[in-house]
Structure formats: structure tokens, C-alpha cells
């Protein structure tokens, strides 16, 4: 394994860390938790989050590549896009150039890029299946642009726990604090991180519900978290509005946190 001292992290909500609280009022996220099993074989470890929720990947290249790139990480996460293919008006070479973008001027500069597909939404949200067939040919293109640049990729896709209920967050939207720690191990299985190993995609035991419960199940998310989504969307409004990077700066961890251990009580 590569020893790596400057790690960056840029996208939207999922790496900012969203559904995922800490205990200080924060987010924690799969990239911090990952920094955690990082940090610890490099004392000199220094790592810097500029996700911001919300942003498309025009936005993630207009406001955060100048300022990862100046940081000169040699390890670079990119996970981008979902917020483009779930709009309406989905332009597919919009959003392919700025992730190639994204992901380009730091595989020059020689920094190990990790990157990453996006497993069934549908199954996770039923309401949005018929963007199945976008997910899938996203997560084509996006194989093509890892194996193109020589990026990591971590492929959800195939893994059929990745669109598990539990590791999705109320919103089906976002991880849930289980879900962020499925991806920091799934990257550290990737970089082969010494410890890290393929559990991660073992399969959790199926939620059980009655028809009248999925019912009610569907209408309370359309209610509570869908309806809201669309007002924003036609008021142009966005959760990020007047949100900031986390971490705006390379820095030590502040401390080491221990993993949460996969369970189905709760």
C-alpha cells in the first residue's frame, strides 16, 4: 500500500457527510471515517473535506478543483454526479466533461484518484426507478473514465447491500451512519489499507414490512422529504445555499474514532 500524507475529499452531500451526525452537532461522514483508518499509519496524515451539499458537478468544478488542487493532495476522493442525474433536465455530456474534470488534473499531478459508482436508487426509492436506466449508463461511463485516467474505483453497482434499507438514511437520499461506514470500508478495501478486507459487502438480513406499512412508508417520505425537495428545486433553492466546507484547509485529525460495527438492532 501507498503511504498517503494529503488527502482531499470534494463532491456533494454524501462526502460532506450528510445523515451522518457527529456528537458535536456536525456532520461525520464516509470520508472522515475513513480519514480515521487512514490517519493512523501517518503521523504527518493531514486531510481536508470541501464537499458542500447540493452542488451539481459544474458547481463541485467551479468552487472546489482550484482550491484541492493548490493542496497538492496525493490521494484525491471525487464522488459527483447524483445530483445532476436525478434533475429533470439531465444533460449526460454536461456532466460527463466536468467529472472527467474533476478527476483529470489531479491524476496529472500524480495523485492517487478514487472515484465511485452508484448503486440501484430504485430499490433504495421506488418513486425514482425510472432513472434506473440513467444510474446504469452513468455508472458505464464513469468505469470507462476510471479505467481511462487509471483512477480507483469502487463499484457499488454490483453489490446488491449497497442499496440496502439500513444504510440509507430516512431520506433514501443519503447514507445513513451504517451506509457512511460501508463506503469508508469499501475505499480502504480499495487502497488496500492494511486491515481493511471485503466485509463490508456481506448482505444484511431483508426489512420486513406489511403492504399497508410500505404504503404508509412511501406516502410519509413523499410527504416529509419529496415534496420538500420539489418546492425547493422550483424556488431554486438549495440545502447548500449558505453552507461551507467542513474543512476547508489540510489539517490533522483530531482524534481517532472507533468504527461502527455493523448491526441490524436499532
Known sequence: MQCYTRFVAIGDSQTEGVGDPDDSGGLRGWADRFAD????????????NLAIRGRRAGQIRAEQLEPALAMQPDLTAVLAGLNDLIRPRFDREALLADLAALIEPF??????????TFPDIGAIAPVVRPLAGRIRQLNADIREMAARYEAVLVDFEPVPVAAHRLLWAQD????????????????????????A??????????????????????????????VPWLVRRAR???????????????????????????????
Open 236 to 266: 431554486g433553492i438549495s440545502t447548500g445555499d449558505r453552507v461551507t466546507a467542513k474543512r476547508p484547509q489540510l489539517a490533522p485529525l483530531r482524534g481517532k474514532t472507533e468504527p461502527l460495527r455493523r448491526s441490524v438492532a436499532g
Open 197 to 226: 478486507d471485503g466485509s463490508w459487502r456481506q448482505p444484511l438480513p431483508p426489512v420486513r414490512q406489511r403492504r399497508g406499512e410500505q404504503v404508509f412508508d412511501e406516502l410519509r417520505w413523499a410527504t416529509v422529504h419529496m
Open 107 to 116: 491524476r496529472a499531478a500524480g495523485s492517487t484518484v478514487v472515484t465511485f
Open 172 to 195: 433514501r437520499l443519503h447514507l445513513s451512519p451504517m451506509g457512511h461506514e460501508m463506503v469508508a470500508r469499501a475505499v480502504a478495501e480499495a487502497l488496500r489499507v492494511p486491515g
Open 37 to 48: 483508518m487512514l490517519g493512523g499509519e501517518a503521523p504527518e496524515f493531514r486531510y481536508a
